[in-house]
């Protein structure tokens, strides 16, 4: 599965890092990043981390955190 922020529908809430702490992390701005990411904004979720990255998208206020449909 891919996954997809998109940083200017963040509202540097905290919830994707509470849900998936080991997937998101947070610029000076407080706008999430995928860590251990070759792109900040799009990166590829390991099969062990799927249910926490799904955690994080549906509780996501704004709808920032995306699965990109292949």
């Known amino acids: 599965m891919q996954g997809q922020i998109i940083p200017e529908a963040c509202i540097a809430c905290g919830i994707c890092q509470l849900k998936a702490g080991q997937i998101f992390d947070y610029d000076d701005e407080g706008i999430a990043y995928f ?17 926490a990255f799904r955690q994080a998208l549906t509780h996501c206020p704004t709808g920032a955190i995306q699965r990109v449909k292949n």
């Open 35 to 51: 860590k251990n990411a070759d792109q900040a904004y799009r990166a590829q979720i390991p099969d062990d981390q799927v249910e």
